[in-house]
């Protein structure tokens, strides 16, 4: 039987364990990268475990989301970042360099190759044939320690795409018609493998813009075949010897097939307030608009900022709109400015910001109160735009640019004739901005400032566990809720103790203060709690606070792996009525909780205050199950090392 290229990679890699579908994997790591507002926390956890130099073929530190220095925060964080890769081998890619992912791509990206990133949409690489996957940062730190990655084996989806997009229809438009269809749970355990005809009209950026936002599906990963547009990208890239031809055996056999029309398809747009609420976009044109925000690591490639310098050329922004632009990466933003693109976009009206995330992690642009913010980003979840009770709409770059001349949501294909933008034959190479690690690294002096405050512990599974109920909600809970971001927040990420004052407070003010008064803690939560993000301070603050549990009817990959990471106990209900008899501030208790978890899936929880019991799983591998009785994968690896 053949074999889906996903198979390929992971047997290449595979360290331990069988890779069946549900089953727990561990591959080697050949390349990781993290970014300033996760790596910070990831690099001192590798701090933690006294390893001089990574072990990995290639690790790079990106700085992109913390960019506002309102005070003297995020500077002093960079500076961390920069001493710490100098010391450690890291390569580190300078504030102004760009958007990790984008980055990473132009000039890192090697098919068949495997990357874990501090960063949930580190799967962007998979437009360029590599498996890469988004983790928390500790996991992160554990692969630069040359430790393999533990995961459960997806299922294997193939994405048979035909046809080609109509004009004005985008890559864009491609995966908010997979959120159509799936939803932000669709891809919980699955590998999104793309293949079929449709596939060689689509450039890499193009890929990758799909790749991306597999993310919002909840995927492991979404990859693409190495074929020769990864080869033509790649000669444009100057790294044509980084190119090897990868792909799905014509026999291979899949979990699941998902048929997509590329012909079929239109322009497309996300309502508020998730990535899944997708409708076409004439269903909504005429709503007045207030901000388009052109950018974040899904779309602010030469490509797509070429093709909206060409819909605004000679024209202007509506007067009724703010538009920002956010090149992707120093790359995009010098040949824009080198062919008169960037004029064009400054002429048109559009406000420039530096290559970052910006606006898209409510770093600055916060729109204003009660207008609608359309955005060529991949998440909208509610308040990450940093204004409370945003209405924010994601959409692609043509219909972002055709929506900002005319000050209304706005079908593309009005506009005429579609512009025509292809991918370079060079891209223009300058890598000055990515420093390399120096020959003496004991020369170097890591530069720790006075926001970087030490790690917390988590603290051994008592043998009974008894903890209130402190906050009960729904499905789908994003770790914005649970740990915001934005530009006021984003600066304590090396700072626990502050972070922690914020847990949950855009949903529960009470929340810090309660969950301090009442010791140990439980919340309780509908169906996949955590999506979103990878940060590992949604697990880590609330482990500060006393959390000790999550009880939830099931979890998104990575929240769940940070959880157990920091030691809070991830239990799912067996039966999903007993969620609905939980109130918020019962007493819940299990009575010998270590054996339970050493000795079995299945846990008893007594909730004292209401007088029932019921069951719950914890689902933990028995590596995980030590980790969670030692009080997080520090205090375990460090018990190891004695
Ligand atoms: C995001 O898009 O939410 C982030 C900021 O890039 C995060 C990581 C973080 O919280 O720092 C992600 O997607 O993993
Ligand atoms: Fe940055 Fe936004 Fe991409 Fe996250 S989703 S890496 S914040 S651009």
Same mark, same amino acid.
């Given at each position: 039987?053949?074999?889906?290229?996903?198979?390929? $990679?992971?047997?290449?890699?595979?360290?331990?364990?069988?890779?069946?579908?549900?089953?727990? $994997?561990?591959?080697?790591?050949?390349?990781?990268?993290?970014?300033?507002?996760?790596?910070?926390?990831?690099?001192?956890?590798?701090?933690?475990?006294?390893?001089?130099?990574?072990?990995?073929?290639?690790?790079?530190?990106?700085?992109?989301?913390?960019?506002?220095?309102?005070?003297?925060?995020?500077?002093?964080?960079?500076?961390? &970042?920069?001493?710490?890769?100098?010391?450690?081998?890291?390569?580190?890619?300078?504030?102004?360099?760009? $958007?990790?992912?984008?980055?990473?791509? *132009?000039?890192?990206?090697?098919?068949?190759?495997?990357?874990?990133?501090?960063?949930?949409?580190?799967?962007?690489?998979?437009?360029?044939?590599?498996?890469?996957?988004?983790?928390?940062?500790?996991?992160?730190?554990?692969?630069?320690?040359?430790?393999?990655?533990?995961?459960?084996?997806?299922?294997?989806?193939?994405?048979?795409?035909?046809?080609?997009?109509?004009?004005?229809?985008?890559?864009?438009?491609?995966?908010?018609?997979?959120?159509?269809?799936?939803?932000?749970?669709?891809?919980?355990?699955?590998?999104?493998?793309?293949?079929?005809?449709?596939?060689?009209?689509?450039?890499?950026?193009?890929?990758?813009?799909?790749?991306?936002?597999?993310? *919002?599906?909840?995927?492991?990963?979404?990859?693409?075949?190495?074929?020769?547009?990864?080869?033509?990208?790649?000669?444009?890239?100057?790294? *044509?010897?980084?190119?090897?031809?990868?792909?799905?055996?014509?026999?291979?056999?899949?979990?699941?097939?998902?048929?997509?029309?590329?012909?079929?398809? *239109?322009?497309?747009?996300?309502?508020?307030?998730?990535?899944?609420?997708?409708?076409?976009?004439?269903?909504?044109?005429?709503?007045?608009?207030?901000?388009?925000?052109?950018?974040?690591?899904?779309?602010?490639?030469?490509?797509?900022?070429?093709?909206?310098?060409?819909?605004?050329?000679?024209?202007?922004?509506?007067?009724?709109?703010?538009?920002?632009?956010?090149?992707?990466?120093?790359?995009?933003?010098?040949?824009?400015?080198?062919?008169?693109?960037?004029?064009?976009? $400054?002429?048109?009206?559009?406000?420039?910001?530096?290559?970052?995330?910006?606006?898209?992690?409510?770093?600055?642009?916060?729109?204003?109160? /009660?207008?609608?913010?359309?955005?060529?980003?991949?998440?909208?979840?509610?308040?990450?735009?940093?204004?409370?009770?945003?209405?924010?709409?994601?959409?692609?770059?043509?219909?972002?640019?055709?929506?900002?001349?005319?000050?209304?949501?706005?079908?593309?294909?009005?506009?005429?004739?579609?512009?025509?933008?292809?991918?370079?034959?060079?891209?223009?190479?300058?890598?000055?901005?990515?420093?390399?690690?120096?020959?003496?690294?004991? /020369?170097?002096?890591?530069?720790?400032?006075?926001?970087?405050?030490?790690?917390?512990?988590?603290?051994?599974?008592?043998?009974?566990?008894?903890?209130?109920?402190?906050?009960?909600?729904?499905?789908?809970?994003?770790?914005?809720?649970?740990?915001?971001?934005?530009?006021?927040?984003?600066?304590?990420?090396?700072?626990?103790?502050?972070?922690?004052?914020?847990?949950?407070?855009?949903?529960?003010?009470?929340?810090?203060?309660?969950?301090?008064?009442?010791?140990?803690?439980?919340?309780?939560?509908?169906?996949?709690?955590?999506?979103?993000?990878?940060?590992?301070?949604?697990?880590?603050?609330?482990?500060?606070?006393?959390?000790?549990?999550?009880?939830?009817?099931?979890?998104?990959?990575?929240?769940?792996?940070?959880?157990?990471?920091?030691?809070?106990?991830?239990?799912?209900?067996?039966?999903?009525?007993?969620?609905?008899?939980?109130?918020?501030? /019962?007493? &819940?208790?299990?009575?010998?909780?270590?054996?339970?978890?050493?000795?079995?899936?299945?846990?008893?929880?007594?909730?004292?205050?209401?007088?029932?019991?019921?069951?719950?799983?914890?689902?933990?591998?028995?590596?995980?199950?030590?980790?969670?009785?030692?009080?997080?994968?520090?205090?375990?690896?460090?018990?190891?090392?004695?």
């Amino acid at each position: 039987m053949g074999k889906s290229l996903t198979q390929k $990679i992971i047997e290449e890699h595979l360290v331990d364990g069988e890779p069946v579908a549900g089953s727990e $994997i561990a591959l080697r790591i050949d390349q990781t990268l993290t970014q300033d507002a996760t790596g910070t926390m990831a690099y001192l956890q590798f701090e933690a475990m006294d390893i001089p130099r990574v072990r990995t073929k290639l690790s790079v530190s990106y700085v992109d989301h913390n960019m506002l220095q309102t005070g003297f925060e995020n500077a002093d964080d960079h500076r961390f &970042l920069q001493s710490f890769a100098a010391k450690h081998g890291i390569y580190f890619s300078r504030p102004g360099n760009g $958007i990790c992912h984008q980055v990473h791509l *132009e000039r890192f990206s090697a098919p068949g190759e495997t990357l874990l990133g501090s960063d949930s949409h580190t799967p962007m690489c998979g437009g360029a044939g590599m498996l890469a996957i988004g983790a928390g940062g500790l996991d992160v730190a554990m692969a630069m320690a040359g430790e393999p990655f533990h995961f459960v084996m997806p299922r294997v989806v193939r994405v048979d795409l035909k046809g080609r997009l109509p004009p004005w229809v985008s890559a864009k438009d491609v995966i908010l018609e997979m959120l159509r269809r799936l939803t932000v749970k669709g891809g919980v355990g699955r590998v999104f493998e793309y293949g079929g005809e449709g596939i060689a009209s689509l450039s890499v950026p193009e890929r990758a813009t799909i790749t991306n936002m597999g993310a *919002e599906l909840g995927a492991t990963s979404s990859i693409f075949p190495s074929d020769d547009r990864t080869r033509e990208y790649l000669r444009a890239q100057k790294r *044509e010897e980084a190119w090897k031809p990868l792909s799905a055996d014509s026999d291979a056999e899949y979990d699941d097939v998902i048929e997509l029309d590329l012909s079929s398809l *239109e322009p497309l747009i996300a309502l508020p307030s998730s990535p899944d609420r997708v409708v076409p976009v004439r269903e909504f044109a005429g709503t007045e608009v207030a901000q388009v925000a052109i950018g974040s690591c899904t779309n602010s490639s030469y490509l797509d900022l070429m093709t909206v310098a060409a819909i605004v050329k000679g024209k202007l922004v509506s007067p009724a709109v703010s538009a920002a632009v956010n090149p992707g990466t120093r790359q995009v933003m010098l040949m824009l400015a080198e062919n008169g693109a960037l004029a064009d976009l $400054i002429a048109a009206g559009f406000r420039v910001l530096e290559s970052s995330c910006g606006p898209c992690i409510g770093m600055g642009q916060s729109p204003a109160t /009660d207008t609608v913010s359309l955005r060529t980003f991949n998440r909208n979840f509610p308040g990450r735009s940093g204004t409370r009770g945003d209405c924010v709409y994601l959409c692609s770059p043509l219909v972002a640019a055709a929506s900002a001349l005319t000050g209304v949501i706005t079908d593309p294909r009005e506009l005429g004739e579609a512009p025509r933008v292809t991918l370079p034959a060079e891209f223009k190479i300058d890598d000055r901005m990515i420093i390399a690690p120096p020959e003496r690294p004991e /020369d170097v002096a890591i530069v720790h400032g006075p926001n970087i405050k030490p790690l917390p512990r988590g603290e051994p599974l008592p043998e009974t566990l008894r903890a209130t109920v402190i906050l009960k909600v729904a499905d789908d809970i994003t770790t914005d809720h649970i740990m915001p971001a934005g530009s006021k927040l984003l600066p304590l990420r090396s700072n626990i103790p502050a972070m922690a004052e914020h847990v949950f407070e855009q949903v529960d003010a009470g929340f810090a203060k309660r969950a301090k008064d009442a010791g140990n803690s439980v919340v309780v939560a509908g169906s996949n709690y955590g999506q979103g993000s990878s940060r590992e301070h949604a697990a880590l603050a609330p482990m500060y606070l006393g959390l000790r549990a999550v009880l939830a009817k099931s979890f998104a990959r990575i929240h769940r792996a940070n959880l157990v990471n920091v030691g809070i106990l991830p239990l799912v209900f067996v039966d999903e009525g007993d969620y609905d008899r939980i109130i918020q501030g /019962d007493e &819940l208790e299990i009575d010998a909780v270590r054996d339970a978890i050493q000795n079995g899936d299945g846990v008893r929880i007594r909730n004292r205050t209401q007088g029932y019991e019921f069951e719950a799983r914890h689902g933990l591998s028995p590596q995980q199950a030590k980790i969670v009785l030692a009080g997080g994968r520090l205090s375990y690896v460090k018990s190891l090392q004695g």
